[in-house]
């Protein structure tokens, strides 16, 4: 299979196949089971600039709808994260006078509310209603549409020139990046920078974390493939920062062409990424055998727990499970259920595979023998809030383990 990259137009092969997969946040009703949608999720990295994308696309709206189910603020980390995100760049990039920050998908506010409290111009860009309506109940003010160059110039024509423009988990989701890095351009003042961060190939890579592929993530980014696009639409990459968040990720800073030098820290990581070869497909190639190899002692794993009549729950059900259930095959005869404290995916079931989430309520009554840490880039949060389960937690990256 050979698609052409929707960046620079360059050849990109599917070097990575996860099966037929369902949309990683859908969770369906039990009673909207009938005519599930599925598409063959089959990741790809583009020959001329290393992108790795997916090969399908499914449309924005079909997965941005009002009723989203994910909450950015659903952990305590990612709320301290977010916050000191707000307060650095209130102390570094809105300074001047009457600064303007725009958050593209501020979800349900976890950034921008620390920008209303300090009364500085924001806007937040959200499609997703029920999130939107969160984030105005924290004072954010919010433009219910998605991002694209046509809404970055009526912003600008609108509000002026942008100091910041920020995303996290976001940027990635766009299949027109192109048209994103264009709105940039026209958004941003002439000092002004677009920062973004994002899971990091190079994370996704080491630890096997094949599971962050999903419908939502058009994109997973690298170092070098962020420089090469922002390039190739009159910006540059001039800074890049690892951050731990979702099992790590990387920050980058873009700036318009010529407005800023790059830090030593860019020179760095596009060295450490060509070293690991991060910016080649057979990587990804790679990568599918250890996903394989996953896949199979994980079934293996939970198949003789359950023979020798142990009891297995999940713990979280990020958008991740959707992918590691479907992928791997692994139903309610393995799983009986999930538990997840965001109120909108309670009462739902994990799409394609069917495991019901519960409330963690029913886990901490049922007291089962193991549990699949399935949000497991809050595993040290996760663990101390359940510090009483008796059990054995079951891990399965970077492989498969129990604790
Ligand atoms: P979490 C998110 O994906 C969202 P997901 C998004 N798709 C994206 O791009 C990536 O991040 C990068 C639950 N939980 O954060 C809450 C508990 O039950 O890994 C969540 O449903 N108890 C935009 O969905 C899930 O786990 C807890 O104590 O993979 C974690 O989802 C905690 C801390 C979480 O994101
Ligand atoms: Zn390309």
Sequence with gaps: ???????????????????????????????????????????????????????????????????????????TVHSEHFA??????????????????????????????????????????????????????????VLP????????????????????????????????????????????????????????????????????????HSFVFSVSSIRAAARLFGLDLVDAEPLAIHGGSMRYTLAKRGARLPTAAVGELLASERARRLDRPATLVELNRRAERVRDELTALLTSLRADGKRVAGYGAPAKITTVTNY?????????????????????VVAGSHIPVVAPSVFREDRPDYAVLFAWNHAKEIMAKESDFAGRWILYIPEVHIL
Excluded: W
């Design 1 to 75: 299979m050979e698609t052409s990259c929707r960046i620079c137009s360059g050849p990109v092969k599917g070097s990575i196949d996860l099966g037929v997969q369902p949309r990683g946040n859908a969770f369906p009703k039990p009673d909207q089971l009938a005519g599930e949608f599925f598409y063959p999720l089959i990741v790809g990295m583009c020959d001329s600039c290393a992108m790795v994308q997916l090969m399908a696309e499914i449309p924005q709206e079909v997965r941005y709808h009002d009723e989203y189910p994910y909450r950015a603020s659903n952990s």
């Design 84 to 141: 000191g995100v707000a307060r650095r760049l209130l102390r570094t990039e809105l300074t001047g006078h009457d600064p303007f920050i725009v958050e593209i998908g501020c979800n349900d506010g976890v950034m921008l509310a620390t920008v209303a409290d300090a009364g500085v111009r924001h806007l937040g860009v959200e499609p997703s209603q029920e999130v939107a309506a969160l984030a105005r109940s924290k004072g954010v003010r």
């Design 145 to 216: 549409r998605f991002f694209d160059e046509e809404t970055a110039g009526e912003i600008r024509a609108g509000h002026g020139p942008a100091d910041v423009i920020f995303g996290a988990n976001v940027i990635a989701h766009i299949s027109h990046l192109d048209s994103v890095l264009k709105g940039a351009v026209t958004l941003l003042g002439p000092n002004g920078v677009f920062v973004f961060e994002e899971p990091y190939l190079g994370a996704v890579v080491e630890q096997t974390a094949f599971d962050l592929f999903y419908d939502e």
């Design 328 to 348: 791997c095959g692994i139903g309610t005869e393995l799983i009986p259920y999930v538990c997840d404290s965001t109120p909108s995916k309670q009462d739902r």
